[in-house]
Nanobody, 112 residues
Framework: QVQVVESGGGLVQPGGSLRLVCAAS????????MGWYRQAPGKQRALVAH???????VYADSVKGRFTISRDNAKNTIYLQMNNLKPEDTAVYYC??????WGQGTQVTVSS
């Protein structure tokens, strides 16, 4: 059974940085695309960033220039480097391994 586990969330002040890490337990990681999604209270889950097996990336407009997604296929791991965080980035962040494997989520809170 494929397992996807996120880590790295926490509380940070506006303007600060965090790095999220997502590890997958299965070798399909190296050939499948992955993404980070987030869900704020009262809102639907939405795509934050996406990366293919060939490292092509897509970002939500709201995070372009501030967030960077990357992957290390040798470690079955992807990362989300988040800089210049804003209060509106507060949400539970979920890692997705295509087609439909999800982590449990990690809370990111941006507040002074």
């Amino acid at each position: 059974q494929v397992q996807v586990v996120e880590s790295g969330g926490g509380l940070v002040q506006p303007g600060g940085s965090l790095r999220l890490v997502c590890a997958a337990s299965d070798s399909i990681f190296s050939i499948n695309a992955m993404g980070w999604y987030r869900q704020a209270p009262g809102k639907q889950r939405a795509l934050v960033a996406h990366i293919t097996s060939r490292h092509a990336t897509v970002y939500a407009d709201s995070v372009k220039g501030r967030f960077t997604i990357s992957r290390d296929n040798a470690k079955n791991t992807i990362y989300l480097q988040m800089n210049n965080l804003k209060p509106e980035d507060t949400a539970v962040y979920y890692c997705n391994l295509e087609p439909d494997f999800w982590g449990q989520g990690t809370q990111v809170t941006v507040s002074s």
